[in-house]
């Protein structure tokens, strides 16, 4: 009878586990309806005018990150990726490469990884002008992506400051 009893249990034990609904599975994000990573060099053009660092790259470094800026206009995502990490191992500070390294994230719609290596490229960066834009830009883009307004608010404010007025010339 005892055992019984436990078989009897034991059923009604996993038959209500069995009913229980799924846990609710973690979904990407919506693809949006707009070209995040246009948004985010857009910045950096409006920016361009009045700042721009650009530090002497080595030969190597240089062709990997052009062949993956190809990759990319191609649509080939991952290899653009896979060289832009091989150019980070032979210049792993070099926030420019980073910040290509995010958009490419973007594309590829890792979204976190994106804003990690934005913000990652612009404390390593010049905070001002082309670069500090497409970097908050990033973060803006991000942040919008993961609905939460306040980030989104300050990653504008922060944006703001990557300005830098040009001489008056007259």
């Not at 009897?8 to 009913?19: D, H, P």
């Not at 934005?118 to 960066?125: D, E, F, V």
Request: charged content about 25%; aromatic content about 4%; proline content about 8%.
């Amino acid at each position: 009878m005892h055992r019984f009893r436990l078989c009897a249990l034991a059923t009604v034990t996993l038959i209500a586990a069995c009913s229980q609904p799924a846990p609710p599975q973690a979904t990407r994000p919506s693809k949006p309806n707009y070209d995040i990573v246009a948004q985010i060099r857009a910045a950096g053009e409006r920016e361009k005018s009045t700042i721009d660092v650009a530090p002497l790259r080595d030969p190597g470094v240089q062709g990997l990150q052009q062949s993956a800026q190809s990759d990319e206009r191609a649509g080939r995502y991952p290899d653009a990726a896979a060289k832009l990490d091989s150019a980070l191992k032979l210049a792993p500070e070099a926030p420019e490469i980073i910040q290509d390294r995010a958009e490419v994230a973007v594309r590829m719609q890792d979204y976190p990884l994106a804003e990690k290596l934005a913000r990652q490229s612009y404390q390593l960066g010049p905070k001002l002008g082309s670069l500090c834009a497409r970097n908050w830009q990033t973060v803006v883009e991000m942040r919008t992506q993961a609905d939460d307004g306040a980030a989104v608010a300050k990653a504008r404010q922060e944006l703001t400051k990557c300005h830098v007025a040009g001489p008056n010339r007259f």
